[in-house]
């Protein structure tokens, strides 16, 4: 993937106060490149996302389902809360505001894994399933700066359901660019299902995906690396 292949959702906080982009100040993930692409806000008191969307041909949008992973890190900061870094998959629209299924790091100290389904401009909050659209959350929980790679399956089923299966690559073993993926401790797979029992809401079909950067005050930083993005045929 390119940097072309991206484009920025719309309604995101700006650069002016989320300074972001690829960087070499950042050390990666193991078996990462040179670079990896951070954010960093610089600007107090806005509370807010930025993040970008695949814009390969049959991926913006998608008409069915899909898969992405990809490493993320909470970095250090002015404070241990107030940000998550986050995947998105099934992104209904262009925008932050717009509702799919997130995956990535809580905003908690320590933080969790967190699945959630919701708007990229209302972030990650820790918490419970069933709170704030949160799905699942792992069993284990993280201390900032550390690299978790992270991948979520969304498979629409025959049925109208829309499975979600979170799995993570353990980076002490494996690097990045030869995972192994095993399920991740808590996180059972989520089953959307179309009488929209277990979600409160239609479960989500095609979309876009991407990752998003989300923070409610200055000096929150986090990046992402290694991201890979499949359509479910």
Known sequence: MASSDFAALTDGVPAASFARGTTQGVTPPPGGGSRVYAYNSIVGGTTGAAGLKYTAVNFDPHSNGGRISG???RLPSGNATGFAPMLFASLQGNSVNDTGYLIGLSDADPHFIVL?????????????PGANGILRRSSESYANNTWLHLRLDVEVTGTGDTLLTVFQNDLNTNDVDS???????????????VA????????????????????NDITRRAAVDHLTIARQQ
């Open 196 to 215: 929209q029992i277990n979600s409160g809401t239609a479960p989500l079909v095609g979309g876009r995906s991407g990752f998003a950067f989300w923070a």
């Open 179 to 193: 995972p192994v993926w095993v399920a991740v401790p808590g996180m059972d797979q989520f089953v959307d299902d």
């Open 116 to 128: 959630r389904k919701g708007s990229p401009s209302a972030g990650l909050p820790d918490g419970t």
């Open 71 to 73: 490493a993320l890190i």
